[in-house]
């Protein structure tokens, strides 16, 4: 487990670390409340694996956004999924066979998460206004 205090810059650090040790069939979750830069570190992830990073966008109401990056990643927010078996329902797992799959809000869909090789990264406010980051392997 690694710990990191946090603010944009460093939140966008992290996105170019993960994206050198994610690869095709890797999932990422993250975990957070808003505001705590989820999409800011996906932004910086994207844009390290050569996609747009101003394509990308929380996708709580289209429920999963695909960017195109080598390899594309499948991003999702299943904070409006209602069982975890809709994952299946959206074709995340056969899409992220040949991608990056990132779950934010993956709490509420943990029966549907693989028991090994997820990369779990927890964003949190601190009390001063700042940022820690976790991330587990």
Known sequence: MESHLVDVAATEALGRQLATRLHAGSVLTLSGPLGAGKTTLVRALVAALGGD???VSSPTFTLMNVYASQPPVYHVDAYRLERPE???GLGFWELAEDGIGIIEWP???LESLPR???VRVTLTHRGDGGRIAVVVE
Request: aromatic share 0%.
């Open 107 to 109: 709490e509420r869909v």
């Open 116 to 118: 090994s090789g997820v």
């Open 53 to 55: 990073p101003q394509c």
């Open 86 to 88: 809709q994952l299946d």
